[in-house]
């Protein structure tokens, strides 16, 4: 249960317990002690209602205004960086392909039928003479791969790049 729904729920309790109490003290004899024990019920339970709906207003607009001292700023990514990961992302995707190749002899139909292999950002098409092709696209780098192509020159210094990314 996200924090969300938790505090609806509990909005939801605090009201039912408002509804439940203003009747009670309704019908109760006015100054008993029935009728005093259930107004201080109710008056909690309105305080609760009122300090969930305050929590809810402010966490709806922290969610919505992304305030940049509770919300990191989006980091942004050089295009070089960019085309580093996806040949990462498709080098791995060929490694699997040729593995899949070797140990069945035929390509997939799909990267579904490959194991660790994210299929998110890359196009795969498979030729009837059982070469592939895979594209990749992510923000600006769009790659192709093929089943021929040396995929050491492909992924070529990408993997320094991204390392040096992450010591900036």
């Keep these: 249960m996200t924090a969300y ?3 609806v729920t ?6 039912s ?3 439940l109490t203003f009747w009670t003290a309704a019908i109760a004899r006015k100054g008993s002690p029935l009728h005093k024990g259930v107004g201080k019920a109710y008056l909690i ?3 609760g209602i009122l300090a969930l709906a305050a929590l809810l207003g402010v966490g709806g607009w922290a969610w919505v205004a992304r305030p940049t001292w509770l919300f990191r700023p989006p980091v942004e990514v050089s295009a070089p960086v960019e085309d580093a990961g996806l040949r990462l992302t498709m080098y791995a995707a060929a490694t699997r392909l040729r593995q899949h190749v070797a140990r069945t002899g035929a390509a997939p139909a799909s990267l579904a039928e490959l194991e660790g292999v994210s299929g998110e950002g890359l196009g795969y098409q ?8 895979l594209t990749g696209r992510r923000g600006g780098a769009a790659l192709t791969l093929r089943a021929g192509d040396d995929i050491d020159a492909f992924l070529g210094t990408s993997l320094s790049n991204l390392l040096q990314r992450g010591g900036r």
């Design 126 to 133: 498979r030729d009837k003479s059982g070469s592939w092709v």
């Design 10 to 15: 509990a909005h939801i309790a605090a009201g």
């Design 17 to 19: 317990v408002a509804l």
């Design 45 to 47: 339970a309105m305080l």
């Design 5 to 7: 729904q938790l505090l």
